[in-house]
Antibody, heavy 120, light 107 residues
Framework: QVQLVQSGAEVKKPGASVKVSCKVSGYTLTELSMHWVRQAPGKGLEWMGGFDPEDGETIYAQKFQGRVTMTEDTSTDTAYMELSSLRSEDTAVYYC?????????????WGQGTMVTVSS | VIWMTQSPSLLSASTGDRVTISCRMSQGISSYLAWYQQKPGKAPELLIYAASTLQSGVPSRFSGSGSGTDFTLTISCLQSEDFATYYCQQYYSFPWTFGQGTKVEIK
């Protein structure tokens, strides 16, 4: 049974960076394609980017290109999402999500979410 | 980019009602569509994948249909625990995208 456990809430000032972690258990990270989704308060879900196993590359949504970096530490089975040049509009809950290989890429496994607040 | 139009954005219904939520794509995505349920303060949960396959453990009152550009989520007999927000998502091509969401509220 795959589980994703994310790091705790963060408060950052505008212009700073934040790095959110997502620890995998039950599988190894190399067996999964990790994605990141965010949700601003009262708003919908927004896909930020994720790993494309066909190309072996991480794909980022155009909106976040140049500001987001998604990395993996396979020695600890931990995925990371770093967002830089933060602004108030980046205040959101950030989720890592993946599929357990039984749902044809649909996200059946989600982390609990990490609240990131950007405020001066 | 594949644009998605999910409707309605708000649906008022009563327990026992049959409800339908629509998701329309700007271009064909075969059956690469998922439906999620989200309750306040919780992560989304997968209900349907591949447009019509019920995720393990999800009640059979949920069903999905469609292919190409038009998709539907149906709840055949609304239960109290079904009042939540529902999202469609396409994973046919990058960037993957979500619909705007449909909040199902008590009438």
């Amino acid at each position: 049974q795959v589980q994703l456990v994310q790091s705790g809430a963060e408060v950052k000032k505008p212009g700073a960076s934040v790095k959110v972690s997502c620890k995998v258990s039950g599988y190894t990270l190399t067996e999964l394609s990790m994605h990141w989704v965010r949700q601003a308060p009262g708003k919908g879900l927004e896909w930020m980017g994720g790993f494309d196993p066909e190309d072996g590359e991480t794909i980022y949504a155009q909106k976040f290109q140049g500001r987001v970096t998604m990395t993996e530490d396979t020695s600890t089975d931990t995925a990371y999402m770093e967002l830089s040049s933060l602004r108030s509009e980046d205040t959101a809950v950030y989720y890592c999500a993946t599929d357990s290989k039984a749902t044809l890429d649909a996200f059946d496994i989600w982390g609990q979410g990490t609240m990131v607040t950007v405020s001066s | 980019v594949i644009w998605m139009t999910q409707s309605p954005s708000l649906l008022s219904a009563s327990t026992g009602d049959r409800v339908t939520i629509s998701c329309r794509m700007s271009q064909g995505i075969s059956s690469y569509l998922a439906w999620y349920q989200q309750k306040p303060g919780k992560a989304p949960e997968l209900l349907i994948y591949a447009a019509s396959t019920l995720q393990s453990g999800v009640p059979s009152r949920f069903s999905g249909s469609g292919s190409g550009t038009d998709f539907t989520l149906t709840i055949s007999c609304l239960q109290s625990e079904d009042f939540a927000t529902y999202y469609c998502q396409q994973y046919y091509s990058f960037p993957w995208t979500f619909g705007q969401g449909t909040k199902v509220e008590i009438k």
